[in-house]
């Protein structure tokens, strides 16, 4: 079945930069992707959608001016480039992925209900 792989994750000092990759294997229509990320006994949070059809994004405001959510489809490929990271990004980061578009650059696109299938997550760990 279709699967999201993961990779990018590791670790930085406070102000650096990462990209993280999600990768579809067994190609599926995705019109709808987006990224959350879980600290530690919080609650998983969505900071970010991508519609693929068109490109257009959704941002969390913990996130905005920082990351950036964008996509290759030749290499079934949405990365999430992040930027002056801060310590408080600290968390596992999991992609999604859903078939239908609807609300997806809104805010309803970042909800962990709407998706159906994940990536495994990916460490990031920003340390002061």
């Known amino acids: 079945s279709e699967q999201l792989v993961e990779s990018g994750g590791g670790s930085v000092q406070a102000g650096g930069s990462l990209r993280l990759s999600c990768e579809v294997r067994n190609k599926a229509d995705f019109r709808c992707m987006a990224w959350f990320r879980q600290a530690p006994g919080k609650e998983r949070e969505g900071i970010s959608s991508?519609?693929?059809?068109?490109?257009?994004?959704y941002y969390a405001d913990s996130v905005k001016g920082r990351f950036t959510a964008s996509q290759d489809k030749a290499k079934n490929t949405i990365y999430l480039q992040m930027n002056n990271l801060k310590p408080n990004d600290t968390a596992v980061y999991y992609c999604?992925?859903?078939?239908?578009?609807?609300?997806?650059?809104?805010?309803?696109?970042?909800?962990?209900?709407?998706?159906?299938?994940w990536g495994q997550g990916t460490q990031v760990t920003v340390s002061s």
């Open positions: 999604a992925a859903r078939s239908s578009d609807i609300f997806c650059a809104e805010r309803i696109g970042i909800s962990v209900g709407v998706y159906q299938i």
């Open positions: 991508i519609t693929t059809t068109d490109g257009s994004a």
